[in-house]
């Protein structure tokens, strides 16, 4: 008779054995979570920017948080969308992008990839001592 497909209570097959469903014979990719979609953004923007300016900028990291912790006084209106901490002789710089505020100010992809955009060229011409405007022509103050 072959496998039993359904359980002693008549249900069908239930917890990780289901796949997704198959799409022109191949399985549909698993869904991207945001934080995915936001990491792969982040990845491509500083790849390419770093690359641009990596003679000048030497080793940086970069990281993406969900949220920045801010003390309990923060006085300030707004949270940060974004960290630079300048490297010493013995650690490197590094920028962190905080990715729910970030995604807060956003409605669509595109306002998404721009302000990730600005962000990142924002710190890097911090870091540089240069206008944003001459680190990626892309960039426009808002």
């Given at each position: 008779?072959?496998?039993?497909?359904?359980?002693?209570?008549?249900?069908?097959?239930?917890?990780?054995?289901?796949?997704?469903?198959?799409?022109?014979?191949?399985?549909?990719?698993?869904?991207?979570?945001?934080?995915?979609?936001?990491?792969?953004?982040?990845?491509?923007?500083?790849?390419?920017?770093?690359?641009?300016?990596?003679?000048?900028?030497?080793?940086?990291?970069?990281?993406?948080?969900?949220?920045?912790?801010?003390?309990?006084?923060?006085?300030?209106?707004?949270?940060?969308?974004?960290?630079?901490?300048?490297?010493?002789?013995?650690?490197?710089?590094?920028?962190?992008?905080?990715?729910?505020?970030?995604?807060?100010?956003?409605e669509t992809r595109e306002e998404l990839e721009a302000l990730v955009l600005t962000v990142v060229v924002e710190q890097?011409?911090?870091?540089?001592?240069?206008?944003?405007?001459?680190?990626?022509?892309?960039?426009?103050?808002?």
């Amino acid at each position: 008779m072959g496998a039993q497909r359904r359980d002693r209570r008549g249900r069908g097959m239930r917890g990780p054995a289901i796949l997704p469903p198959v799409r022109g014979g191949r399985r549909a990719p698993a869904r991207r979570t945001s934080r995915q979609r936001f990491d792969d953004l982040a990845l491509g923007i500083v790849t390419e920017l770093d690359g641009r300016w990596q003679h000048r900028l030497g080793l940086v990291e970069y990281a993406v948080e969900d949220t920045p912790l801010v003390p309990d006084d923060w006085d300030m209106p707004t949270v940060p969308l974004s960290s630079l901490v300048r490297g010493t002789a013995t650690q490197p710089t590094r920028l962190v992008l905080f990715r729910r505020p970030i995604e807060q100010r956003c409605e669509t992809r595109e306002e998404l990839e721009a302000l990730v955009l600005t962000v990142v060229v924002e710190q890097l011409a911090e870091l540089l001592g240069v206008d944003a405007e001459d680190v990626d022509p892309r960039y426009t103050a808002e």
